[in-house]
């Protein structure tokens, strides 16, 4: 009997331990939910059709089609222009770069002025790190800047002036990494984190910062100088390339090795348990050169220095496995990079505190096409004597407009209207300007109205 009261008083006292530790479970307060981590994965001069899921096929690409797979694949978004500067400011600002008078790729003082442009993005425009900043966010760049700095240029204002608490930078930056530039030029044999090496490095440099930043939400430019010539996979191609290359081969291994490290860096977010509230943007900068016969170009006609769709139309991914939905390709939303500052404000809970050209699509980030109501617009090549430019077919006016499902690009003076509907013709073959004079018209006045109204450098 005494035995069977000892059991019975263990089970009670089981049982009652049991209903103290759900009643602390039941009570325990919910956590609330913190805006996410968000990662802008901005790579360098990729082309549409470079990645398997935008149809490439130099590379096996299963990492980046995996977020893809993961998340959203949008088919119309635009960078702000076509080459590398003028791109990383429209998206860093949220405004066309002409207003902030960067029109081309940033060089020497001379090559600037010769462009009609400042040496450097003014430090008080509006910065995606530094509202991010005022919402409570940790903030980092890690890679390529190349809005100001470098060359002959030593009066740049320094990357925390734009809102970043911490920064590891290439060679075009106001303070480069030392480890990434042993030299004064973009890389070189004596770089003690070597130029193949370089988009781990800022893999690695992302996942410590998040790792040290786990009470707050973290916003991170991870911008990789791949995949931009001159290609250089390994030691081996240095050995017989001191220079580097721009043919398909190691054009493949750099790509081959990029999206190693961008699956580096899912697998690292697991490790970390950062994955599910973590938001990853998947663009690049400007379209491809070379595009090895418009193979890099996909379906689209130009490149890089073209405002064609190939030099402005650039693969997007997003995923963010706490709010969008897998698997999903949005075919309607058009997106441009001035959008994605208001965009993260709002993620971050702080809706409409910025002006500027783009539009709030955190809703289409989260999986919900919308159509835009903003026209988007874009400048490239101010005169023939400084600016790049491809190939004649693929050289487009230096203005174009996209509203809607049509596009007009047209030149500065006037000439060379040319008039697309992108729905039925994205390969801009065939001009409908003379079939369509009132739109041709009435969407020229408004682009020349716009670019009349951009300040000139002083």
């Not at 770069?97 to 002025?113: D, Y």
């Not at 190349?146 to 290439?170: C, K, L, Q, W």
């Not at 996979?233 to 290359?245: H, I, R, S, V, Y």
């Not at 348990?273 to 938001?279: F, I, Q, R, S, V």
Request: aromatic share 10%; proline share 7%.
């Amino acid at each position: 009997m005494k035995n069977v009261r000892l059991v019975f008083f263990a089970l009670t006292s089981l049982l009652a331990f049991s209903a103290f530790v759900v009643s602390i479970q039941v009570k325990k307060p919910v956590q609330v939910n913190r805006p996410p981590n968000i990662i802008l994965v901005l790579i360098d001069d990729m082309g549409t059709a470079d990645v398997g899921c935008f149809g490439g096929t130099f590379a096996p690409t299963p990492n980046i089609d995996r977020l893809a797979a993961e998340g959203i694949k949008f088919t119309n978004y635009y960078s702000a222009a076509p080459i590398c500067s003028p791109s990383r400011v429209g998206l860093t600002t949220g405004m066309a770069p002409g207003k902030w008078r960067i029109t081309s790729f940033l060089a020497e003082r001379k090559h600037n002025r010769s462009c009609e442009q400042a040496d450097f993005l003014d430090a008080s425009a509006p910065s995606v790190a530094r509202q991010l900043k005022k919402a409570g966010y940790a903030t980092a760049h890690f890679g390529k800047w190349h809005m100001g700095g470098g060359r002959d240029v030593d009066n740049a204002p320094a990357i925390p002036n734009y809102g970043f608490d911490e920064y590891a930078s290439t060679w075009e930056s106001p303070s480069p990494d030392p480890l990434l530039t042993s030299t004064n030029w973009i890389w070189a044999r004596s770089d003690s984190v070597k130029r193949w090496s370089r988009t781990a490095y800022f893999v690695d440099k992302t996942l410590d910062f998040l790792k040290r930043n786990p009470g707050r939400p973290c916003y991170i430019n991870l911008w990789p100088d791949d995949v931009h010539t001159p290609w250089v996979p390994d030691e081996t191609t240095l050995d017989a390339f001191p220079k580097g290359t721009e043919k398909p081969r190691e054009f493949s291994a750099v790509l081959a090795e990029l999206d190693i490290q961008i699956g580096r860096l899912m697998a690292g977010l697991k490790a970390i348990g950062a994955d599910n509230n973590t938001l990853i943007i998947f663009t690049s900068d400007n379209g491809a050169l070379p595009t090895f016969g418009g193979k890099r170009s996909g379906t689209f006609r130009g490149s890089k220095l073209s405002l064609y769709e190939g030099g402005i139309r650039m693969p997007f991914i997003v995923r963010y496995p706490a709010s969008a939905p897998k698997g999903k390709t949005d075919n309607q939303s058009i997106i441009c990079a001035t959008d994605l500052l208001p965009t993260f404000e709002s993620l971050a809970g702080k809706k409409g505190t910025t002006s500027g050209d783009g539009e709030n699509m955190a809703t289409v980030l989260t999986g919900k096409p919308r159509v835009r109501t903003k026209p988007i617009f874009w400048e490239y090549g101010r005169n023939t004597e400084s600016f790049r430019y491809p190939l004649p077919h693929d050289r487009s006016p230096n203005l174009a407009m996209r509203q809607g499902n049509w596009k007009l690009l047209v030149n500065d003076n006037g000439t060379g209207v040319e008039l697309y509907d992108l729905t039925t013709d994205p390969s801009e073959k065939n001009d409908l300007s003379s079939q369509q004079r009132q739109v041709a018209e009435q969407m020229k006045a408004q682009l020349l109205a716009w670019r009349s109204a951009l300040p000139k450098l002083n």
